[in-house]
């Protein structure tokens, strides 16, 4: 039988189970290939090689399809947990979003325009979860 814990996350998350680029400001590494597992308007876990210092500035960078255009996300915030498994194993990284960027990528050209210039603190809980849920399919 498996014991289900109560759900502790301020905001219901999103599986988008997809490969994307992770980079620790505070640490000399180079961009990282990542593995995002679920995320939510708040913040991501996900999986890479480095294993990050807490409240060390992290970065996720990952391209989707939206609407049939191409978009990038970035997403900045703190490490608020770090999990080890099996030696050599993925390191688990938690981080908690202080800032976003979603950039649409013109196919036509070059040239690239922030979305919708809002800022994310102006958007409703109910804007994130249907875009993140977009994603997720």
Known sequence: MRCVLPEQRRSSRVHLSIQCKALFLDSPTQPQNAFLRDINMLGAFFYCRHKPKLASKARLEFELIERDEPIRAIWEGPVVRVEEFAPGA?????????????????????KAEVADGAAFIGWTVNMVDRTLITWSR
Do not use: C, P, T, W
Not at 90 to 110: C, H, N, P, T
């Open 90 to 110: 993925a390191i688990g990284v938690a981080i908690q979003f202080s800032r976003y960027e979603i950039i649409r990528l013109k196919a036509d050209d070059a």
